[in-house]
């Protein structure tokens, strides 16, 4: 008896999740409990584990894109159940010598062929692109294999085979696939046995022969284009006989077809050739690195420009003169991190003077949700960290209520948990108000990205000594640039100012942060 292990439910707002890595290996033994995978979502990455000991047969492979409730892989119950993938490679093995056992085989193995559809990946997607083979017509596959690669405008996925046997493909690489389509068919791993041998016997006792046959396999699909190929090459008017096919057996592919007009450039092409070349020679080395976005670079990416397509943002600009908090950090830090076990930074500072600012102007802390605007009496504070995966926003709770210790309590918390990558959704959601600072890598100007569904994000920048105007002398000063980027929707101009300049005042004179005025 199996049980399948399914993605478990880890959020309200989250559909689907990535296979990032398996702990195990296909056919290990497992306890009860112990972590087989690591699954990884756009705001948090988690254990998968077993729920029963026994034999652990994978089903997704390292990068799929699953929905909640996918079964990622089944747990299997000893002898009975491996037994079965244990006979499959025997016909292979037997297939290899000159036998009658194979022949004999065949027939049971063929009763019956698998056809494998485009599956279903997103709600919103409708079409996929088959944009390689990764096993070729005739292979013989094993089940759970990959076979293919399929893209969508989202994502790159596997295709599996969902049984052992031999692949007759039927779609074409460059093909565009409505989901649901036949791509290919796996028949009984028999059925191709008696035509591999011979061919594995021709080749090696009369290699004439097996060249022969290699030859008259190519130029069965030599010349013939792909869809997509075709369509270029008649649009340049080229013959189809006149280009070679770089695909499988010699088929016409689209980068083919793109390349068929270079005779055309053929006379003026040995003046370039010399002119490029050198520069080659002399860069040295010219390496390019390909890897995939994660989900949550995906996730951030496409909130971004959510936000911009989807609200009316705009960004008001101010500066602070740091130096009373400056000089209230020399005079007290040790005392303070002797009391309270933690350091005096600027954020908690930040941080207190922006849930009292929003007391005075609560619009600025609002949401939009439909046609509502929602308004809270507390200030939850996002404080946004840069992460090994990426940036992820966590949340101080009840900010308002806090003193500066307990902020900067918090703060080293929340920072430690997100360079772990052990924040948890609930960390990172909810938040009314964003803080990000991007001072901290030398940043002096910006127009920090709205965190939605919030309406306003203060970006704080570096610290610089500038000469300024103060009462009618110029004097040197440690100088911030503020920025508060905000939602035009329900945020007026008058507040937006306002809500920074009360910023402002409560940073350049501290007392009225423990004194509430």
Wanted: hydrophobic share 45%; net charge negative.
């Amino acid at each position: 008896m199996s049980l399948a292990i399914k993605v478990p439910t880890v959020g309200e707002s989250i559909t689907e999740v990535t296979l990032s890595s398996w702990k195990k290996k296909d056919g290990d033994h497992v306890e009860m409990d112990e972590v087989i995978a690591e699954l990884e979502s756009d705001k948090a990455t988690f254990e998968l584990t077993a729920e029963k000991a026994g034999t652990l047969k994978i089903v997704a492979n390292e990068g799929d894109v699953l929905p909640i409730g996918a079964v990622v892989a089944n747990i299997e119950d000893g002898g009975a159940e491996v037994a079965a993938p244990a006979a499959q490679p025997q016909p292979e093995v037997v297939a290899n010598a000159p036998a009658p056992a194979p022949v004999a085989a065949a027939p049971a193995a063929a009763s019956a062929s698998v056809e494998i559809k485009v599956p279903p990946v997103g709600e919103s997607i409708t079409e996929v692109t088959l944009s390689r083979w990764i096993k070729k017509d005739g292979d013989a596959v094993a089940m759970d294999e990959a076979i293919a690669e399929l893209e969508s405008d989202k994502a790159t996925f596997e295709l599996t085979a969902e049984k052992a046997g031999t692949l007759k493909t039927i779609a074409k690489e460059g093909d565009v696939l409505a989901i649901g389509t036949v791509v290919c068919i796996i028949e009984g791993a028999g059925a191709s046995q008696p035509t591999v041998t011979p061919a594995v016997v021709s080749a090696t006792d009369e290699s004439p022969r097996g060249g022969a046959a290699a030859e008259s396999a190519k130029t069965y699909a030599s010349g013939t284009p792909s869809p997509a190929a075709a369509k270029i090459l008649a649009e340049k008017g080229v013959d189809p006989k006149s280009v070679s096919g770089s695909g499988v057996d010699g088929r016409i592919t689209k980068g083919d077809a793109l390349g068929a007009q270079a005779p055309a450039a053929k006379p003026a092409a040995p003046a370039p050739a010399a002119q490029t070349a050198a520069p080659v020679v002399a860069s040295g080395a010219r390496d390019e690195k390909r890897e995939k976005m994660t989900s949550l670079r995906k996730t951030v990416a496409k909130r971004l420009v959510s936000v911009k397509n989807e609200t009316a943002m705009l960004t008001t600009f101010n500066e602070v003169d740091m130096q009373p908090i400056m000089e209230l950090r020399g005079k007290y830090k040790d005392k303070f991190k002797e009391k309270h076990g933690v350091g005096l930074g600027f954020m908690s500072f930040f941080t207190k003077a922006v849930t009292e600012a929003l007391k005075d102007w609560p619009a600025v802390g609002a949401r939009i949700e439909g046609e509502e605007i929602v308004y809270s009496n507390f200030a939850d504070i996002s404080i946004a960290v840069s992460a090994p995966k990426g940036l992820v926003v966590p949340v101080i709770r009840n900010a308002d209520s806090m003193s500066l210790a307990e902020i900067e309590k918090a703060i080293v918390v929340l920072a430690g948990k997100a360079r772990e990558n052990k924040l948890t959704i609930p960390e990172m959601t909810g938040g009314t108000f964003t803080i990000t600072n991007g001072g901290v890598f030398g940043s002096m100007l910006s127009t920090p990205i709205i965190n939605a569904p919030q309406s306003a994000i203060l970006g704080m920048h570096n610290i610089i000594e500038r000469p300024v105007a103060v009462n009618g002398q110029v004097v040197i000063r440690p100088m911030m640039y503020l920025a508060l980027s905000y939602d035009h929707r329900i945020i007026d101009g008058r507040e937006s100012v306002s809500f920074l300049v009360r910023v402002k005042q409560l940073l350049e004179d501290p007392a009225r942060l423990l004194l509430g005025v």
